[in-house]
């Protein structure tokens, strides 16, 4: 009776905790991707030519994670579902431990952006997760369906769908829920101050250069500030810059002050904007900041006295209201 219990309250734990872990992510794939592309760098694994890839890898994850928690939760297949766990879990016991030890990765990503943990703090996370699937391979036996026939097959894959919905939704559009610092209501300015604690704020690397100057203070304070985000030139959506150039015009006939952004070269920048006809210039800031900022490349976020108003995905910038 006892090892019934303790198997179910792991069988809950797990399940709720593989389920809270993939949909913190689920709503942000883009932001697994760039872990993804963080381990697979030289400087970490080593294993570059796996990094035009990381979007899958971390697509496949994500499903992964959250559809084995449903199914744990519901018994459905129950010794495929826990063994597989067992699996997901060794390789995230691995990696969270190489983090932790070689100081390689300070943020495993295991919770997207919604709970920060420390290297040695995940790793420990992960030794306590795969001690109650231990628990539950020893006693696979106690779990059941908690449904009859196939009811539990048809979540599974009813589950499996609303999932990669999301994921196809979530990777066109923006993040369904936004866990970053530069979310729509957040105040960048305020980001940036230092607390009693003494931590580092969660702004902390935003700079808005020209040739000479930042100019982040300055609009910061501004009233009615678009701007259109292009992280990186080389792989952003083409596409998108004629609807930049349309969404910007009108920005500036409404009298917002709008400025591109990106860390990309100046030279190369300037062919686009000619190509384009953009009526604005470009600044400059850190690629990374520039991900973290927007999950699109082009983007465009709306700052009225350093608040986010509004962020769209270019694909989605007829909606912005001016």
Request: glycine share 6%.
């Given at each position: 009776?006892?090892?019934?219990?303790?198997?179910?309250?792991?069988?809950?734990?797990?399940?709720?905790?593989?389920?809270?872990?993939?949909?913190?992510?689920?709503?942000?794939?883009?932001?697994?991707?760039?872990?993804?592309?963080?381990?697979?760098?030289?400087?970490?694994?080593?294993?570059?030519?796996?990094?035009?890839?990381?979007?899958?890898?971390?697509?496949?994850?994500?499903?992964?994670?959250?559809?084995?928690?449903?199914?744990?939760?519901?018994?459905?297949?129950?010794?495929?579902?826990?063994?597989?766990?067992?699996?997901?879990?060794?390789?995230?016991?691995?990696?969270?431990?190489?983090?932790?030890?070689?100081?390689?990765?300070?943020?495993?990503?295991?919770?997207?952006?919604?709970?920060?943990?420390?290297?040695?703090?995940?790793?420990?996370?992960?030794?306590?997760?795969?001690?109650?699937?231990?628990?539950?391979?020893?006693?696979?036996?106690?779990?059941?369906?908690?449904?009859?026939?196939?009811?539990?097959?048809?979540?599974?894959?009813?589950?499996?769908?609303?999932?990669?919905?999301?994921?196809?939704?979530?990777?066109?559009?923006?993040?369904?829920?936004?866990?970053?610092?530069?979310?729509?209501?957040?105040?960048?300015?305020?980001?940036?101050?230092?607390?009693?604690?003494?931590?580092?704020?969660?702004?902390?690397?935003?700079m808005l250069e020209d040739t000479q100057n930042d100019l982040a203070?300055?609009?910061?304070?501004?009233?009615?500030?678009?701007?259109?985000?292009?992280?990186?030139?080389?792989?952003?959506?083409?596409?998108?810059?004629?609807?930049?150039?349309?969404?910007?015009?009108?920005?500036?006939?409404?009298?917002y002050t709008v400025y591109g952004v990106s860390a990309s070269f100046?030279?190369?920048?300037?062919?686009?904007?000619?190509?384009?006809?953009?009526?604005?210039?470009?600044?400059?800031?850190?690629?990374?900041?520039?991900?973290?900022?927007?999950?699109?490349?082009?983007?465009?976020?709306?700052?009225?006295?350093?608040?986010?108003?509004?962020?769209?995905?270019?694909?989605?910038?007829?909606?912005?209201?001016?």
């Amino acid at each position: 009776m006892i090892l019934k219990l303790i198997t179910q309250i792991s069988r809950i734990i797990v399940g709720a905790l593989f389920i809270f872990s993939g949909f913190v992510k689920l709503v942000d794939p883009i932001g697994s991707q760039y872990k993804f592309q963080e381990y697979f760098s030289e400087s970490v694994l080593n294993m570059e030519f796996l990094i035009p890839y990381a979007l899958p890898f971390a697509v496949l994850l994500i499903v992964s994670e959250i559809l084995l928690g449903v199914m744990i939760l519901i018994g459905y297949k129950p010794k495929f579902t826990v063994w597989s766990l067992f699996a997901l879990t060794l390789i995230f016991l691995f990696l969270t431990w190489y983090s932790a030890y070689y100081n390689k990765v300070t943020d495993c990503g295991c919770f997207g952006d919604a709970v920060k943990l420390s290297t040695w703090g995940t790793f420990y996370k992960n030794v306590i997760l795969i001690g109650f699937i231990i628990i539950l391979l020893i006693k696979v036996d106690f779990i059941k369906p908690i449904f009859k026939g196939n009811i539990p097959k048809l979540i599974t894959f009813l589950s499996l769908a609303v999932f990669l919905f999301i994921v196809q939704h979530v990777l066109t559009h923006l993040p369904l829920i936004d866990f970053r610092a530069y979310a729509i209501g957040k105040n960048i300015s305020e980001g940036m101050k230092y607390k009693d604690d003494g931590e580092i704020p969660p702004v902390h690397d935003f700079m808005l250069e020209d040739t000479q100057n930042d100019l982040a203070p300055e609009l910061l304070a501004k009233e009615k500030v678009m701007l259109i985000i292009v992280y990186n030139l080389d792989k952003s959506d083409e596409n998108g810059f004629p609807k930049m150039a349309e969404i910007a015009n009108k920005a500036v006939e409404k009298g917002y002050t709008v400025y591109g952004v990106s860390a990309s070269f100046t030279d190369d920048l300037i062919l686009v904007q000619n190509k384009y006809n953009l009526p604005f210039e470009f600044l400059f800031c850190d690629e990374t900041t520039l991900k973290t900022i927007i999950r699109a490349n082009p983007g465009v976020i709306i700052l009225d006295k350093g608040t986010v108003t509004q962020k769209k995905n270019w694909v989605d910038v007829d909606d912005l209201e001016l």
